[in-house]
């Protein structure tokens, strides 16, 4: 189902799916029993909830084994935020990009999920293409052969600042790619090692599912390494169903930081 502007709002009015957002935000990737633990309802309830949370987009489903955890995912609200709130307001709205986070051992990932008008194609191109890809991605592109096994280097090219490296794991055009990630941008993010980003491509009639899993990240990772994706992913659709530049705060802040 395609998350629209309507389903987010019905979802945020209702206190009680409130509640199970913010205790997702104190821990992510919680099962359904583990949630009704910490609030006065019914199981049932909960899964009456957690339904209209998903349908709304603002929580993914994912099994792992007999469980199936639940994920806060931070896109619908960027894409409320970029509709409405002035580029040069609110600059503290773009901290809600970071409600997402699934905490295992001491290792965490987070998912990011999003339809987008065009065909999965199109949309691998967007990826993979480096001039595409600096368009909705801070100005930097990604150099690569794309096979597995190969590696890529992503860079942007008007500050000449290597951005992040790694391996393509899995290369499979144009449903799924899997790739370490090293970033490079600062000595903070480079002491955090290689984790692992995975794109994976669901037609939907008319549209595609793009979600983004980053994983293996050490558990309290310098959240620089993944709060991007929201703004990224917002940009991405802009510039597939529109053909047009989305002016988020990270790509002015690094447009400023970089001219």
């Given at each position: 189902?395609?998350c629209?502007?309507?389903?987010?709002?019905?979802?945020?009015?209702?206190?009680?799916?409130?509640?199970?957002?913010?205790?997702?935000?104190?821990?992510?990737?919680?099962t359904?029993?583990?949630?009704?633990a910490?609030?006065?309802?019914?199981?049932?309830?909960?899964?009456?909830?957690?339904?209209?949370?998903?349908?709304?987009?603002?929580?993914?489903a994912?099994?792992?084994?007999?469980?199936?955890?639940?994920?806060?995912?931070?896109?619908?609200?960027?894409?409320?935020?970029?509709?409405?709130?002035?580029?040069?307001?609110?600059?503290?709205?773009?901290?809600?990009?970071g409600?997402?986070?699934?905490?295992?051992?001491?290792?965490?990932?987070?998912?990011?999920?999003?339809?987008?008008?065009?065909?999965?194609?199109?949309?691998?191109?967007?990826?993979?293409?480096?001039?595409?890809?600096?368009?909705?991605?801070?100005?930097v592109?990604?150099?690569?052969?794309?096979?597995?096994?190969?590696?890529?280097?992503?860079?942007?090219?008007?500050?000449?600042?290597?951005?992040?490296?790694?391996?393509?794991?899995?290369?499979?055009?144009?449903?799924?790619?899997?790739?370490?990630?090293?970033?490079?941008?600062s000595?903070?993010?480079?002491?955090?090692?290689?984790?692992?980003?995975t794109?994976?491509?669901?037609?939907?009639?008319?549209s595609?599912?793009?979600?983004?899993?980053?994983s293996?990240?050490?558990?309290?990772?310098?959240?620089?390494?993944?709060?991007?994706?929201?703004?990224?992913?917002?940009?991405?659709?802009?510039?597939?169903?529109?053909?047009?530049?989305?002016?988020?705060?990270?790509?002015?802040?690094?447009?400023?930081?970089?001219?």
């Open positions: 189902m395609l629209r502007v309507d389903d987010v709002f019905k979802a945020l009015a209702d206190p009680t799916r409130r509640s199970l957002l913010d205790e997702l935000y104190r821990q992510d990737g919680q359904l029993g583990a949630l009704e910490r609030l006065p309802m019914t199981r049932f309830g909960v899964m009456k909830h957690l339904k209209v949370l998903e349908e709304a987009g603002l929580v993914v994912k099994r792992e084994g007999r469980e199936k955890r639940h994920f806060l995912n931070a896109v619908p609200i960027r894409l409320v935020h970029d509709r409405w709130v002035s580029k040069y307001a609110e600059p503290w709205a773009a901290a809600l990009s409600l997402k986070t699934q905490l295992e051992e001491k290792t965490m990932e987070k998912i990011f999920e999003i339809y987008i008008k065009t065909t999965p194609e199109r949309l691998w191109e967007a990826i993979t293409d480096s001039d595409m890809r600096a368009k909705y991605s801070f100005g592109g990604v150099k690569s052969d794309w096979t597995t096994g190969s590696g890529y280097e992503a860079v942007h090219d008007g500050a000449g600042i290597r951005i992040s490296e790694g391996e393509n794991l899995e290369v499979d055009p144009p449903r799924r790619l899997v790739q370490g990630f090293t970033a490079l941008w000595d903070e993010v480079k002491a955090e090692g290689t984790s692992r980003v794109w994976e491509i669901e037609p939907v009639g008319d595609c599912r793009l979600t983004v899993t980053h293996e990240l050490r558990e309290g990772a310098n959240n620089e390494l993944y709060g991007g994706w929201p703004m990224i992913l917002s940009g991405l659709k802009t510039l597939l169903e529109t053909g047009e530049l989305l002016d988020t705060p990270g790509s002015l802040r690094y447009a400023e930081g970089w001219a």
